[in-house]
């Protein structure tokens, strides 16, 4: 028997192999979403009594900081990226995105919390930013008198004044999640009222919707684009004043979508152990989900290493620098960690058909690429600093293990109130042309 008609008789159960399953009287999320909720609340209790502890020890103050933006943007990747990744959806078409529409509408439902995570960044940013410690013409000469700065950092910061200072930073960062808070309303409110359509079910309800949502997300994605581009100028990038890149922004997208996408299956997969994900997940479209991650894993091993080659090649003063702070000393190994976490165990493993279509390996596959992601963070974040080169040896220096726990105990709070919203709705969007299709049995391959 073909593994799509084993998937069949455990996802369709008593609706049997060869005929058209049905959706479950129910189409709630399950109970089990409260549990998950507590456990998360636990872990984030656990990790922020230990972060606690971090912040006594030599630079543990600065540490805790710095895991805490690290935290911060994970978080933003996922309540971010799920908006793109929902209006790519809205755009593209496909029955995957049926499957993935709930949970990313979740994830976008989430942005208001990671608005307000970022209120602590501000009160303390004179900490990680110079533009923010400096942040005047006066104050720059006096760091540079002090050798605070150097010369070429100097003159960065007066040149990039106008966008890089502190009340410029809040106004970019007030207008940026102002813009994705009103997507997150209209794209939200509009997938309930298609639901309740009086005419739901029928091809002029369909279209009249699909339009909608089509002229929305276009605009949107092209929009989304370039305010991402400008909050990682804001928050990331400006780490290192000096630092340029073409393509910052794309990098940072495709990465969003990285990660979405392996929280995503990782929701659905479990979920397909209860209804009604039980009955919509099929080999099928859990294949074709795989094939999507992989296809972006691709796309950011692409974009980064060609930026890497060509900074490289050129050895151009201003620019290679960045690179040479993270494969310096021990940052070599943070490095390859990072190269084999985040791109190569996933490119290879992913290349594998059973492996798309097996939901245990899958689970573990997207739980690796999430910590993947952590990694090439603490691989962006930590050397920007001038402490940074001895900030890897443990011994003296246990403060550095803040970047464990602080992103732990902020992703924790953001899953609870993901799960939260997870559960707010019901987890299938009915008036869908792609509901029917995937009620059909399969047929191997």
């Not at 894993?297 to 690179?323: K, Q, R």
């Not at 040479?324 to 190994?333: D, E, S, T």
């Not at 001895?390 to 109130?417: D, E, F, K």
């Amino acid at each position: 028997m073909s593994s799509g008609h084993e998937h069949n008789g455990e996802a369709g159960g008593h609706h049997g192999h060869y005929g058209p399953r049905v959706l479950p009287a129910s189409l709630a999320a399950p109970e089990i979403l409260s549990a998950w909720r507590m456990r998360a609340l636990i872990v984030f209790v656990v990790a922020t009594i230990l972060s606690v502890f971090f912040a006594f020890s030599h630079e543990g103050k600065n540490h805790i900081l710095r895991a805490y933006l690290l935290g911060y943007m994970i978080c933003f990747s996922f309540a971010g990226g799920g908006l793109a990744m929902l209006m790519l959806q809205y755009v593209s078409g496909g029955k995957w995105g049926l499957l993935l529409r709930r949970p990313l509408e979740a994830m976008t439902r989430t942005i208001w919390l990671v608005g307000l995570m970022f209120v602590p960044i501000i009160f303390l940013w004179k900490h990680l930013y110079q533009w923010a410690a400096f942040p005047t013409a006066g104050a720059v000469a006096q760091a540079l008198s002090n050798h605070a700065v150097t010369l070429e950092q100097a003159l960065t910061l007066n040149a990039k004044r106008a966008m890089l200072n502190p009340g410029a930073a809040i106004f970019q960062t007030v207008f940026i999640f102002a813009i994705l808070l009103l997507f997150t309303f209209l794209l939200n409110k509009w997938s309930l009222e298609r639901d309740a359509d009086p005419e739901r079910g029928t091809e002029p309800s369909f279209d009249r919707w699909r339009v909608k949502f089509e002229n929305l997300s276009g605009i949107g994605i092209l929009i989304y684009v370039i305010l991402l581009t400008d909050g990682a100028i804001v928050w990331i990038k400006s780490l290192d004043i000096t630092w340029y890149s073409s393509i910052w922004g794309l990098q940072f997208l495709v990465g969003q979508g990285y990660a979405v996408l392996a929280l995503g299956i990782l929701t659905v997969i479990l979920l397909s152990r209860f209804e009604p994900m039980k009955t919509m997940l099929r080999v099928t479209e859990q294949h074709d989900l795989g094939k999507l991650a992989f296809a972006f894993t691709m796309l950011n091993i692409y974009l980064c290493f060609a930026e890497f080659l060509i900074i490289w090649s050129g050895n151009v003063p201003d620019e290679i620098p960045w690179y040479l702070n993270r494969i310096h000393g021990g940052w070599w190994y943070i490095c390859s960690l990072d190269f084999i976490c985040h791109w190569l165990i996933p490119f290879c493993l992913l290349l594998s058909r059973d492996l798309k279509r097996n939901k245990q390996k899958m689970i573990w596959l997207t739980c690796f690429m999430i910590f993947a992601r952590c990694v090439d963070m603490f691989w962006l974040i930590e050397p920007n600093f001038a402490d940074a080169a001895g900030n890897l040896h443990i011994i003296g220096n246990i403060g550095i293990l803040a970047y464990i726990t602080v992103p732990v105990a902020v992703i924790s709070l953001w899953a609870a109130y993901y799960m939260t919203q997870l559960q707010a709705r019901p987890l299938i969007n009915v008036n869908d042309p792609h509901v029917e299709e995937m009620l059909e049995p399969e047929h191997a391959h």
